[in-house]
């Protein structure tokens, strides 16, 4: 008997957790979805959630990876609406590298300006992480909607400019932190907030830690005014910054496509948990920055640790 709910994560990330189907086929974490059934349960009902073949293409994929009763929603979520919500994620200073598919109960969301981009180059790894910003706002979208969010990250091998597939999936109340963090998420837009100095309590960094292991990815601070200013010589990108705010480091355990989405997905969920909190977080160094500083601090990084990107957390301040 295989249960497709299990979460080995705390119980605080997984309150907040959204579900998601993997690239394997495999469902992940749907806290808020009831209608998640087990695979040779007692219920007598098919499961909610099937495996996928890794060799499924995508167009049929998005379909076969959910029944029909997960499907079933009297009010489908509106393309404008999911749309809306992705362009209000934080995005690349150079712009918006990604665009947004309208398929049947959702959304492809697929990079742009892929021309030239070797596939494990820094290009694509940041254009995949501004992607994941938007996907996080869009699958909250989906939850505050009154629907479960499914998600196939990278579907299909034969179009790698298909980042993702999101779905409405079961009608299913939305967490009241999901309904504030998509509330947050409109209010804060992609302006990048200004940090401002200011001591930050452990309150917040044991909020944005939470943040970013809920997305899968992991989250390093760097308080030590030395080591920072070490990193900031091998990181011209964040002397802007001087000393405001905590510097904190958003990596992964591989640096494979589907961690960097993860990745966006976390920088953007740190950047609302700290809105929420009265207090802001921007992108200080993306991949290209870290590219080019060559080998970083072990506070940085290390074996089996892939830095992402470097974000400043801080006290909110005016232009």
Known sequence: MTRFCHDARPSSARAES??????????????????????????????????VGLGSQTARMTADVLSPALLHHRTPVEFDFLRQAAFAAVSHPGGRP?????????????????????????????????????????????????????????????????????????????????????????????QAPVVGPGPVPQAVLNGVRSAAETERAWLRSIADAGERARIAEQVPAIREYGTAGLLVVVGSNHDAPAAHLHAGQAAQRIVLTSAMLGYAAAVAAWPADLRSAGTLPPSVGGPGLFPQVLMVVGRPDSP
């Open 98 to 190: 990604w665009r947004l598919w309208a398929v049947d109960r959702g959304v492809e969301l697929r990079a742009d300006g892929l021309h030239g981009l070797p596939p494990g180059g820094v290009g694509m790894q940041t254009i995949r992480i501004a992607a994941g910003m938007a996907l996080l706002n869009m699958r909250l979208a989906v939850a505050a909607h009154g629907n479960c969010p499914v998600t196939v990250l990278l579907p299909d091998r034969s179009r790698p400019r298909v980042l993702a597939v999101l779905r409405g999936g079961a009608a299913a109340a939305a967490a009241p932190g999901e309904r504030a963090l998509f509330a947050t998420a409109l209010a804060v837009g992609r």
């Open 18 to 51: 959204i579900g998601t189907v993997r690239a394997d086929g495999l469902p992940d974490v749907c806290g808020t979805c009831p209608s998640t059934r087990t695979i040779g349960g007692s219920d007598g009902g098919p499961p909610a959630l099937v495996r």
